[in-house]
């Protein structure tokens, strides 16, 4: 029976027992029961209380995974099977890994260890008045490095019912210590193999089976960015998302205001959820996959009530595991069909994001765009490119060569050795939480999950680019596509006394852009959340039975399908895109032009010819504040009006400021502040500023009583040259004569300040200026002008100046 070893006795101490339960665990004891079973404790023992629910169980400890190696003389050897092993041989690795579990799944457990996790069980099922299903998983840790993570590395089994059962899914798992990947995994990162004991966890299941369960994270996995909640969701048992099998809704919450009564969903994305992971009542296996009905596919799977109360958990989570230092969490849930109750099953800290550091702004920039082949969910923000290798399945990894691009269905922890040496990653399924994203962001590479087809499409052999520095959307292009990198240290910047803002367009690049040393948002475009995320004309929604063209139509039903009507969809986009800006620079204000098309531009969003007139001149005619109030448009900036009442009301994200463009009279500007009114936005109500953009002569020249009427001023240097000087921006003959530096543009510019500070308002610049001239924004600095709003990739420089400026 190999070395003599004491049994323990019921008196043992802690660190000799066989079998520990959850309540008698806690985070610190990750020596004990590996990471996963001690965090389970620890929500067990501080957050049950709190009214977080977590389904009971226990674990067997790290002694009692040494004492069964130890007491069937199987230690020696599988320490002989490992003098062998070359981690690095594919065929070395599938060897000893199969030989190494051969070993322990032949080796009965000593009697002693069997009673104790029978006896274990037998409790658990008595608490519950039945005999209990169970999910059974590997909590692996490190003799002397309790802190290490393993997770993911061995395997977990879900309903599991029966002693019997139970004490064969235990074994399994002691041998799954030794699956190819783990040994890998060991290898590479240098552990001692058998430093490394296993811990399995026993815990009542939830059934998820018959409702839904997913995966949340309590920080955006992407950016790092800390005030937002991800929470991912599909139908049946949560092992779907967590492997990457489908692709599930996402759902992303700002933290601050989310106990405050508001609403903060920022964003809801429907996943396809093809499948669904359930009980295998008839069969010979455990759980099964079974196709979830198109009904299903097509709606979301949480309420919002179900969304929030999730993310509030998170909070409470994260909250508590940040005692010492931030930590934010990577968590389990899953919500029981029967009662409809939601649990937490699974916490461990995130790993990726809260490792970054804050101080160098790496970005990287696609220099042009080619043949699109895959689009799916971006993971990181870079850029790989390499010879594409379509692996349709782990028999064929050995073909994979360092530097290519994996091409797959999916991913789950079975790829590490070659995920751990690809250039980048393409899957057909798979969200922001599943396998494949998680060791991207490990990596360090980028990744696009979900694509659906890439593995069809994309050919082995071919060159292609994997660009994640686009926004949301992750794309796989043709050919090996230029690109540069740039980093910047955000170490010790100096202050200044002028405030310096962004100008922002794109959503999807806010959290990431919320690191850039600022002091909030200039200018946030809606034409850019309209013209792509909306993509028709408000009027086409609201007359969407009346509109006569076929195309048009075909195209705003298929975006609006998911809406009981269509001028819904409009708020409800603008809302998030206004929100995902609001929420990323919160509390720092953020001023959000009203929108500003031109009417040749307003006819090319689906359904806009049929409301537009032709104008010669559009750059001059029905656009801005004059549409607003007018009776042909009026119902239309109505939605525009429920969208900003809905983030600054509804998500509590009150940091937001309507600015007012092309405003071309005080009168006009008073109609589109009574008409805002008449759209619940009333100026001073629950600290609503309202702005006006400083872009035509009559601005300065009334500048004192644009004032009554407005909060603060905006200079537009574009329209503002432009109409200083009498020509046309867009004209190529003219264009050597528009410079904003020019002398009367600058007066014009001087005036307004004096004026506006006479009368007690801030005043701004929002246009391209500052961005492209040094001088410029000196001369603004020595005008008195309170903020600056600049381009992202112009604010470290022109901050420098400023400082410079101001010590002057």
Known sequence: ???????????????????????????????????????????????????????????????????????????????????????NDVDSLQRCGKQARALLLNTPFPPELNEAIASAYRQLCASYGEETDVAVRSSATAEDLPDASFAGQQESYLNVQGEKSVLAACQRCFASLFTNRAISYRAHGRFDHFSV?????????????????????????????????????????????????????????????????????????????????????????????????????????????EILQLARWAVEIEQHYSRDRYTPMDIEWAKDGRTGELFVVQARPETVQSRKSGNVLKTYLLKERGEVLATGRSIGEAIGQGNARVIPNAAQMHLFQPGEVLVTSRTDPDWEPIVNVASAIVTDRGGRTCHAAIIARERGIPAVVGSNDASKVIQTGQDITVSCAEGDDGYAYAGLLPYEIEERELGDLPRTRTKILLNIANPERAFAQSVLPCDGVGLARLEFIIANHIQAHPLALLNFDTLEDPIAKDQIARLTCHYDNKPEYFVDRLARGVGAIAAAFHPRPVIVRLSDFKTNEYAHLLGGSAFEPIEDNPMLGWRGASRYYDPRYREAFALECQGLWRVREYMGLTNVIPMVPFCRTPEEGQQVIDEMARNKLVRGENGLQVYVMAELPSNIVLADEFAEIFDGFSIGSNDLTQLTLGLDRDSALVAHLFDERNLGVRRSIQSLIETAKAKGRKVGICGQAPSDYPEFARFLVEAGIDSISLNPDSVLNTLLTVADAERQ
Request: charged share 25%; aromatic share 8%.
């Open 197 to 305: 004991a296993l811990s399995v966890g026993v815990q009542k299941m939830v059934r998820s089976d018959l409702a839904t369960s997913g995966v949340m994270f309590s920080i955006d996995t992407e950016t790092g960015f800390q005030n937002t909640a991800l929470i991912t969701a599909g139908y049946g048992l949560g092992e779907n998302i967590v492997q990457g099998a489908i692709n599930p809704d996402e759902y992303l919450v700002f933290k601050p205001t989310l106990g405050s009564g508001f609403c903060p969903i920022l964003d809801k994305r429907l996943g396809s959820k093809e499948m669904k992971l359930v009980y295998d009542t008839g069969g010979s296996k455990m759980t099964k996959n079974v196709p979830v009905s198109v009904r299903d596919r097509e709606r979301f799977c949480l309420s919002d009530d």
């Open 1 to 87: 029976m190999g070395e003599a070893i004491s049994q323990p006795t019921a008196g043992s101490s802690r660190t000799e027992q066989f079998v520990l339960w959850y309540e008698d665990v806690d985070r610190d004891d990750a020596g004990l029961v590996g990471g996963k079973n001690s965090s389970l404790g620890e929500l067990i023992q501080q957050l049950v209380p709190k009214e977080i629910n977590v389904p009971r169980g226990f674990a067997t400890t790290a002694f009692a995974y040494r004492y069964y190696v130890r007491v069937t003389g199987i230690d020696p050897q599988l320490r002989a099977l490992f003098t062998k092993l070359d981690v």
